[in-house]
């Protein structure tokens, strides 16, 4: 069964650095999300791509965010100078037409120190 | 804008007894209905979902899910738990559009004791 890859599993970062969290979509998707999960909370929605634009993003998707598919496969979310609440676990996931065939990768867990 | 309730943070149910997990939405047209389960540390699995038609629908691992306009509910329900039922159980609604977000309920933690 097709899956959304996400890379790394676990990453630990200094306040203030970049991070950039990678995604593999499926193949015939769409449509690219990203959400994120705070620990205890829950699932908040960030942003959503399509045709190599953003096509809706939430509050929480700031000037420090940004997203790109760099070659037609990855996916990514950069965070250009993270704070410590930045920490979270963030999930990719993909969708073809609309919600049809929603699929979440396994998420990056984000630590930020 | 549309919003889910879970009202029950925790529920603890013994293996083999039944459960439901209770889901409120808040939306102005024809949700789509999603619930998802999350095991500690990992991702979102999709359980099962509703777009239209028979209003109850069946997912993976024994669960099922009923959907009642009349109520703004997508419950959901499993007949018998098992202990691999334990749990994170979150609701989602999205909108009857491409490319559009889920906006998820707070979620319900599944204990089960033996």
């Known amino acids: 069964e097709p899956e959304v890859t996400q890379t790394p599993s676990h990453q630990v970062t200094q306040m203030g650095q970049e991070v950039i969290l990678r995604c593999v979509p499926i193949s015939n998707h769409l449509y690219f999300y990203w959400y994120r999960q705070i620990l205890g909370q829950k699932v908040e929605f960030l942003v959503s791509f399509y045709n190599n634009e953003i096509s809706e993003k939430s509050e929480i998707f700031d000037d420090q965010f940004s997203v790109e598919r760099p070659d037609g496969s990855n996916f990514t979310l950069k965070i250009r100078s993270t704070k410590l609440e930045d920490s979270a676990m963030y999930f990719c996931a993909s969708s073809e037409a609309g919600t049809y065939g929603y699929t979440f990768g396994s998420g990056t867990r984000l630590t930020v120190v | 804008a549309q919003s889910v309730t879970q009202p029950d943070i925790h529920i603890t149910v013994s293996e083999g007894a039944s459960l439901e997990l209770r889901c409120n939405y808040s939306?102005?047209?024809?949700?789509?209905l999603f619930w998802y389960v999350q095991s500690p540390g990992q991702g979102l699995q999709l359980l099962l979902k509703?777009?239209?038609?028979?209003?109850l629908v069946q997912g993976i691992k024994g669960f099922e899910a009923e959907f009642k306009r009349s109520q703004s509910s997508f419950n959901l329900r499993k007949p018998s738990v098992h202990w691999s039922d334990a749990a994170e159980y979150f609701c989602?609604?999205?909108?009857?559009?491409?490319?559009?977000?889920?906006?998820f309920g707070g979620g319900t933690r599944v204990l089960v004791k033996p």
């Open positions: 509703y777009f239209s038609g028979d209003t």
């Open positions: 989602a609604v999205g909108a009857k559009a491409a490319g559009n977000k889920l906006t």
């Open positions: 939306y102005g047209a024809t949700p789509y």
